[in-house]
């Protein structure tokens, strides 16, 4: 029977916490990609923030606590008990769960090819980080 392995719970905070902040940058500021996210998902930016609620930002945060919590047993489970292990588990739940499901979704709902970069690309990047840190930090 497959048991659960030993989870560093500030471990999984600290990945939640880089999940959460590389969300805000990426998706806001004008420097990353807050326009093209905009123009993707057909919004402006002060509609996106009469949409915002406190509700949000805290299904954002048990979210990443959630996908942190989940990516630290997938690497307990993978031996992956190194940084460069740990990157690479996260790039393949990237790769394999994130984006394809993203890429098939998008697809059927022809959203603009951009878009689904956008949103892939940031997957990529917190699972990657969040497996680095995790793969680091037994």
């Known amino acids: 029977m497959l048991e659960f392995p030993d989870i560093n719970l500030l471990a999984v905070l600290a990945a939640a916490v880089v999940e959460v902040v590389i969300g805000a940058v ?3 500021a004008p420097f990353a990609f ?3 996210w905009l123009a993707g998902i057909g919004k402006t930016t002060e509609q996106v923030a009469e949409d915002a609620s406190p509700l949000s930002i805290v299904a954002a945060v048990v979210g ?3 996908t942190a919590l989940v ?3 997938v690497i307990g489970w993978a031996g992956a008990d190194t940084a460069p292990a740990g990157l690479l588990v996260g ?3 990237a790769i394999g769960f994130s984006a394809n499901t993203a890429w098939i979704k998008d697809g059927f709902e022809g959203r603009p ?3 689904t970069l956008i949103n892939t ?3 990529a990047v917190i699972l990657a980080l969040m497996g680095l840190i995790l793969g680091a930090w037994q």
């Open 26 to 28: 990426w998706f806001n």
């Open 34 to 36: 807050s326009g093209p």
């Open 64 to 66: 990443a606590v959630i």
């Open 71 to 73: 990516m630290a047993v």
């Open 91 to 93: 790039l393949m739940m």
């Open 113 to 115: 090819l951009q878009l």
């Open 121 to 123: 690309g940031h997957d």
